[in-house]
């Protein structure tokens, strides 16, 4: 418990500012290439399937 007391008081409001923008700046990335993201996942998903069947038989 010490340990995040002490870790809470080492945190500045400067440091609190930077990682609220950063949370915010991946947080607009994620949702800006969302669409693409997906289609990554979805190919390689589909891409796994394939080789699976082609595999089994």
């Known amino acids: 418990m010490s340990i995040m007391i002490s870790a809470i008081q ?3 409001l400067f440091q ?3 990682l609220a923008l ?3 700046a991946a947080g607009g990335l994620l949702t800006l290439f969302k669409p693409l993201l997906r289609g990554c996942a979805r190919a390689a998903v589909l891409a ?3 080789r ?3 595999t089994r038989t």
Request: charged fraction near 20%; glycine fraction near 0%.
């Open 16 to 18: 609190a500012v930077e």
């Open 48 to 50: 796994v399937k394939q």
């Open 52 to 54: 699976a069947l082609a």
């Open 10 to 12: 080492d945190f500045s």
């Open 22 to 24: 950063l949370i915010a």
